[in-house]
């Protein structure tokens, strides 16, 4: 099992930046492919960003690409994503995710956070 504690949201104005962080605790870390997705009102869940186990290979949605930023720091069992040139539609509750499979964290990831409110106005 893994719990995962998300924190760092807020209201920012547009072109701001913001720094999520997500505490892992419960199996080792460093096995498991760590993710971020957001949910807007009214609107599907939707894949962020990733980061694989070695820290070293990340995946970013074609939205968010030279905005974001995902990280992990295995000595402290987190992993962060920073958020600058944030614009209103960036808008979301976010939410952070792990899973084993490199492959599966992207789309259905087998654990989540509860989820930390990012606000964006213009």
């Known amino acids: 099992q893994v719990e995962l504690v998300e924190s760092g949201g807020g209201l920012v104005q547009s072109g701001g930046s913001l720094r999520l962080s997500c505490a892992a605790s419960?199996?080792?870390?460093?096995?498991?492919?760590m993710g971020w997705f957001r949910q807007a009102p009214g609107k599907e869940r939707e894949f962020v960003a990733a980061?694989?186990?070695?820290?070293?290979?990340?995946y970013y949605a074609d939205t968010v690409k030279g905005r974001f930023a995902i990280s992990r720091d295995i000595a402290k069992n987190t992993v962060y994503l920073q958020m600058n040139s944030l614009k209103p539609e960036d808008t979301a509750v976010y939410y952070c995710a792990a899973d084993k499979a490199v492959a599966v964290v992207t789309t259905r990831p087998d654990y989540w956070g509860q989820g930390t409110q990012v606000t964006v106005s213009s």
């Open positions: 980061i694989w186990r070695n820290g070293r290979s990340t």
């Open positions: 419960g199996r080792i870390f460093s096995s498991y492919a």
